[in-house]
């Protein structure tokens, strides 16, 4: 694989890591190499530090354009990075004076704190710390060695430190930011965001596979009576436990979603629309079991649609499934209805409470979690 990227349009996206790893890296070596001129032109003393300090600013000023032109994978930037560690402690090496060349080390070593692994880092900082010692050795000039040596050391040690765990911070951050923004806060399914693409994907590994796929949507029972008679708190208990139902009766590899309000999605990859409708009443019957409260049962309605043998999207599948689950409501609800060619709607579940009988208000002295996980 070629460390370097092709020349492929000009349009880069600003938020690609490697893009701002590149210009970062970039500037830092122009900005090393304008940095040194002074010291090289005017600054440094003797005629053999400035020779010195120009070589260094024509390498630093050479590998910043390589990298702005090149555009180099990630692996050689941190290559040019540790290697410009070098170059200061050659600079170190020869400078006279030294000023506060050892403060530039903080530039490369926030570098790899921040868009490195620890292990770099660490790699980095041992790298900085044994030749700059070195460098200070073996330099005629300068007088305190131990005490510039043990400053730059901490300085740069305490620096790295603080951003390489802000930066290990923020990327926890954005994980569970991530895990957020894909997951119903209610019953922790995912939810209909990140449920439509993961099937998309299922789809295409079915086509490919040339497997059977069956997706069911779920949709509770008259669950508008069930809020008002017995209050929105018990609803979403109800919900939870469904969504504990479907977790239980699911493999792991299904794909459960809450879909919205009390309606459930979920895809069953290698199943047929025989597997489906077996899946669906084991979950019926686990729901009829279920006692959300002293006596208060739910029950759903489900509909199955499978893939045929064309690539279709996602949201075909699921229109199909949605169109049996409207003909398992019209058809007396608590019941599944499948597409196979066309909707069949099949017989009434198992034992369960009907919901139009009315109900005694909530017992709110002992409610009684079920289910949950
Ligand atoms: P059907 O059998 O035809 O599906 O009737 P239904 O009452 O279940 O359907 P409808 O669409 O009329 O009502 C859905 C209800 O679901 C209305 C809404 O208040 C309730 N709901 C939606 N989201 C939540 C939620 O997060 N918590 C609770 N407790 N209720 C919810
Ligand atoms: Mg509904
Ligand atoms: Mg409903």
New binding site residues.
């Given amino acids: 694989m070629s460390l370097f990227a092709s020349r492929a349009p000009r349009s880069v996206r600003t938020d690609d890591p490697l893009v701002v790893m590149r210009r970062f890296c970039v500037a830092m070596f122009l900005a090393g190499a304008a940095n040194g001129l002074p010291g090289a032109l005017w600054i440094q003393r003797s005629s053999s530090a400035r020779r010195g300090l120009g070589i260094l600013c024509v390498l630093y000023l050479t590998v910043g354009l390589v990298n702005l032109v090149a555009r180099p994978r990630r692996r050689l930037l941190e290559t040019s990075v540790f290697a410009g560690i070098g170059m200061l402690s050659v600079m170190v090496s020869i400078a006279d004076p030294l000023d506060l060349a050892t403060f530039f080390y903080l530039w490369p070593m926030v570098y790899f704190a921040y868009y490195s692994t620890v292990r770099k880092t660490i790699g980095a900082y041992v790298w900085m710390a044994v030749t700059l010692a070195v460098a200070l050795a073996v330099n005629p000039h300068i007088v305190s060695k131990a005490g510039v040596f043990s400053d730059t050391v901490m300085t740069v040690g305490l620096m790295t430190t603080l951003v390489a765990v802000m930066t290990k911070q923020q990327s926890s951050l954005r994980a569970n930011l991530a895990v957020a923004a894909e997951t119903d806060p209610l019953t922790g399914l995912l939810n209909r965001r990140s449920f439509d693409p993961l099937l998309d994907a299922l789809i295409a590994e079915a086509v490919d596979l040339d497997r059977p796929l069956s997706v069911v949507m779920f949709?509770l029972d008259h669950?508008k009576r069930l809020n008002d008679s017995h209050g929105h708190q018990t609803g979403d208990r109800a919900l939870q436990a469904t969504a504990a139902v479907l977790r239980e009766q699911s493999r792991e590899y299904d794909l459960v979603s809450r879909f919205g309000?009390?309606?459930f999605a979920v895809a069953l990859p290698s199943a047929t629309t025989a597997d489906a409708r077996a899946y669906t009443e084991r979950v019926a019957h686990a729901l009829a079991l279920l006692r959300i409260e002293d006596g208060l049962t739910v029950s759903t309605s489900a509909g199955i649609s499978s893939l045929t043998a064309e690539r279709e999207p996602a949201a075909t599948l699921l229109a199909r499934a949605d169109d049996a689950l409207y003909a398992a409501k019209e058809g007396g609800r608590c019941r599944q209805a499948s597409w196979d060619g066309e909707i069949v709607v099949g017989p009434r579940f198992g034992p369960t409470i009907d919901l139009d009988v009315p109900r005694a208000p909530p017992a709110h002295s002992t409610p009684r979690e079920i289910g949950l996980r």
């Fill in positions: 949709d669950f309000g009390e309606e």
